[in-house]
C-alpha cells in the first residue's frame, strides 16, 4: 500500500522538497486556492479543530472526511468566517491564517468571502420552500450581482434572467424549473442548493454532506453533477458516504478528534487501515 502523509501547505512541501524551509511568503507564491496554515478554533476546553494545515490546489477536487465529531463542519465555519475570529486564550479562541488565492481572509467578514468567490452549502438545505425553482436560482443570482437591493425585477433579456436559465442547466432541474421548492424531493432540494452555490462563477465551493438523506437514484446523480463542474473550479466535500467521497475527488484529508489524520489520494485512503478502523468504529 502506498504511504499515506499528513498534509502539509503545498507550498511548503515543496520547498521542503527543494530542500529548504517553507518561507512565510511561498503560500502567496503558489498555485494554490486554498490554504490554511495551523487554523485552531477552540470552545472552550474543547478543540473542535486543533492546529489543522491544509492546501487545495485551484481547480483541484477536495474532500474532508471523518466520524461525527472530527471537527469538518467547524472548519467549514472557520473558512466561511461564520465562526468570527475570536480571541486567543477566550472562550471562543481561534488561530492561524485562511488564505485564498493567496489574500489573507482570516479577519474578513463571510459576506467580503462570497465576493471574493467563496460559496458554501449547508448540511440542512437553506431553500424559500413557498418558491419555485428558477426564483430560488433567481435570487443566488442577485444575491451576488451588482444592483441587488433593486426592488425591479429585471426583463427576460436582463443578464440576471440569463444566468438563471444556466443554472437550470447546469444543476439538471430545468424540467422543474416552475416546482415550488416545498414539492420537490429531497435529492431535488440538494440539486438546487449546488445550483445555487454555482451563482455569480465561484472559484471554490463548500459542500457540506450533499449525499445526506439520498436514495441511490439521488446519489447517482449526484455524483453526475459534481463531476460535471468546470475544470477550473475548485471544490472541498465534506461527506459520510466513503464511496462517494472517493468517486468524485483527487485529494483525501481524514479528521479525526479536530486533527489533521491522513492525507492521500482516494486510493491511498480506502485502502488505509487506519482509516478503515474509523469508519467502522474501532477507534476512539
Known amino acids: 500500500m502506498a504511504s499515506v502523509t499528513q498534509l502539509r501547505p503545498a507550498s511548503a512541501a515543496r520547498e521542503l522538497a527543494r530542500g529548504g524551509a517553507p ?3 511561498s503560500a502567496l507564491a503558489s498555485n494554490d486556492a486554498l490554504v490554511l496554515e495551523n487554523v485552531t478554533r ?8 486543533d492546529d489543522v494545515s491544509l492546501a487545495v490546489a485551484a481547480g483541484e477536487k477536495y474532500a474532508v472526511l471523518g466520524s461525527n465529531g472530527a471537527g469538518k463542519t467547524t472548519l467549514f465555519n472557520a473558512i466561511t468566517g461564520d465562526f468570527p475570529p475570536g ?4 472562550p471562543t479562541a481561534a488561530a492561524g491564517r485562511i488564505r485564498f488565492f493567496g489574500e489573507d481572509i482570516t479577519e474578513l467578514p463571510p459576506h467580503e468571502r462570497i465576493r471574493k468567490g467563496l460559496r458554501r452549502t449547508y448540511q440542512s438545505s437553506l431553500l424559500f420552500r413557498e418558491l419555485s425553482v428558477r426564483d430560488n436560482l433567481f435570487l443566488a443570482v442577485r444575491g451576488v450581482a451588482n444592483g441587488r437591493y433593486s426592488f425591479r425585477r429585471p426583463g427576460p433579456a436582463h443578464a440576471s434572467q440569463r444566468a438563471t436559465e444556466e443554472l437550470l442547466e447546469r444543476a439538471r432541474l430545468a424540467h422543474i424549473a416552475g416546482e415550488f421548492v416545498a414539492n ?3 435529492g431535488q432540494q440538494r ?4 445550483g445555487m452555490a454555482l451563482a455569480g462563477a465561484p472559484r471554490l465551493i463548500l459542500f457540506d454532506e450533499p449525499a445526506a438523506g439520498l436514495s441511490p437514484a439521488e446519489r447517482r446523480e449526484l455524483v453526475a453533477l459534481l463531476r460535471s463542474l468546470p475544470a477550473h473550479m475548485s471544490y472541498v466535500l465534506i461527506e459520510h458516504d466513503l464511496d462517494i467521497a472517493l468517486r468524485v475527488t483527487e485529494k483525501v484529508t481524514v479528521m479525526h478528534n479536530g486533527r489533521v489524520l491522513k492525507t492521500g489520494t482516494p486510493e491511498q485512503i480506502e485502502g488505509d487501515a487506519q482509516v478503515q478502523a474509523i469508519y467502522m468504529g474501532t477507534q476512539h
Open 23 to 25: 518561507s512565510s511568503s
Open 42 to 49: 477552540a470552545f472552550g476546553a474543547l478543540r473542535a479543530v
Open 87 to 90: 480571541l486567543q486564550g477566550g
Open 184 to 186: 420537490l424531493a429531497h
Open 191 to 194: 440539486q438546487l442548493e449546488i
